[in-house]
């Protein structure tokens, strides 16, 4: 392998490796074969899924170089010996559902802020032994945080200098995390980079989220959930494409720098609906017009050439990418009706039962 080959960071901590992203960001880094290790920390919450490091765990090359640890990110006495042995932190933990921030916000401070200031400490205090020589270099973080900190964005695109407007539960606490993580920059001259990734799909999705609880829901004929009017509008990123741009900016990224991650497939929700229905050959007649979230952001939208002029560009087309998570979908049901059982149940109800009981025709 040639020097310009090998990563920087060789060692790496993948906080949230069990959820969606997170776990495709460790599936490809250790697919590619350079010699990257991996230690994944997650808490096992209801989106955790240890199913989805099964492809690592099951390749004996790939297993070799990876280990998993059960635990918090807001738990010091976990995460500081983790941190002691990497030479990056990639932190993807988070409770990342709107809807859940709405019912439960407190969670999400918990992990989305708390978390974040925890796993900081713990590489300021490696930036400490590294200036008294007892480690080579102090380990860089990244933060991957999202669109929904910029708020609703009802014309043009946000870039990464705009403020941040955030307006619920969930995009307040992560615009939290990373104002943290960018005062470590300011503060102690900490090595840090921030991501804002678009809205994600693609394969291993918990299907609490739009695609995967229309695409399941639609297999079983069952009702489909449009908040409000459907005319609110998101950029869908595919799944690899975003993990890609976080390996990117991990390895090029310059240090106190914040990266839009965007699809550029800037869709409203009934357009990602009907093309979902026609992929499965079920009828719109599903659809259902329920009770809108309250404080529903309207449109999200980011200008991402900052992290093109980087080197980056995302590969799939939106209804490609969308194709192939139907595919997925309809070959892993024993993956998404395990999570559809237990607690589900519990949260459908307080989320649906009502919206549903009230719904009117969607109208096409
Ligand atoms: P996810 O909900 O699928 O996974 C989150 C993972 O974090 C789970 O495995 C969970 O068990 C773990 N976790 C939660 N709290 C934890 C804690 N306190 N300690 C350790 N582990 C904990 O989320 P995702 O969709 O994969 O999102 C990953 C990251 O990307 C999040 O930070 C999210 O804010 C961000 N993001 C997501 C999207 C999207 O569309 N999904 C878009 C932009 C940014
Ligand atoms: P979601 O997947 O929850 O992502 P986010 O809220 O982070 O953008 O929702 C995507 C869009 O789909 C959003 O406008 C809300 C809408 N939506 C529904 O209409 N019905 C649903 O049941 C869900 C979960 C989302």
Redesign the pocket.
């Known amino acids: 392998m040639s020097d310009a080959q090998r990563p920087h960071f060789p060692r790496l901590l993948v906080?949230?490796?069990?959820?969606?992203?997170?776990?495709c960001f460790v599936r490809d880094v250790l697919a590619r074969k350079d010699g990257t290790e991996i230690i994944v920390?997650?808490?096992?919450?209801?989106?955790?899924?240890r199913e989805?490091l099964d492809p690592v765990e099951s390749d004996p090359e790939l297993a070799a170089r990876f280990r998993f640890v059960q635990?918090?990110?807001?738990d010091a006495a976990v995460v500081a010996p983790l941190v002691a042995e990497v030479d990056a932190v990639v932190?993807?933990?988070?409770?990342?559902?709107v809807d859940r921030s709405i019912l439960d916000p407190e969670?999400f401070l918990?992990?989305?802020v708390m978390?974040v200031h925890i796993l900081l400490e713990a590489c300021r205090l490696e930036k400490e032994r590294a200036l008294k020589g007892e480690r080579p270099a102090a380990p860089r973080f990244l933060q991957?945080?999202?669109?929904?900190v910029y708020g609703s964005v009802e014309t043009g695109e946000s870039r990464e200098t705009d403020g941040l407007e955030p307006r619920s539960p969930?995009s307040a606490a992560?615009a939290g995390g990373e104002l943290l993580v960018r005062s470590y920059f300011v503060t102690y001259g900490m090595d840090v980079v921030v991501t804002?990734?678009?809205?994600?799909?693609g394969p291993y999705?918990?299907p609490e989220?739009l695609i995967p609880l229309f695409i399941t829901n639609a297999i079983d004929d069952q009702q489909l959930p449009l908040y409000g009017d459907g005319l609110q509008r998101r950029d869908w990123?595919y799944v690899a494409d975003?993990a890609g741009a976080i390996g990117h900016v991990l390895e090029h990224g310059v240090s106190g720098e914040t990266y839009n991650?965007a699809g550029d497939n800037e869709r409203t929700n009934r357009e990602v609906v009907t093309a979902l229905l026609a992929d499965l050959g079920k009828p719109w007649s599903l659809v259902r017009q329920v009770q809108d979230r309250p404080g529903h952001d309207r449109r999200y939208a980011m200008d991402s050439s900052k992290l093109r002029a980087l080197g980056w560009t995302n590969k799939m087309p939106f209804e490609q990418g969308l194709a192939t998570t139907v595919d997925w979908y309809r070959d892993h049901a024993d993956w998404w009706r395990a999570i559809k059982s237990g607690d589900w149940k519990d949260y459908y109800n307080r989320q649906y039962a009502t919206r549903l009981a009230t719904s009117s025709e969607a109208g096409k």
């Open positions: 906080t949230g490796g069990a959820g969606f992203i997170g776990s920390l997650d808490k096992m919450t209801y989106a955790g899924n989805n635990g918090d990110i807001a932190n993807f933990a988070a409770e990342s559902h969670a918990r992990t989305d978390g991957v945080s999202t669109d929904e969930y992560k804002r990734g678009s809205n994600t799909y999705h918990h989220k990123l975003h991650v």
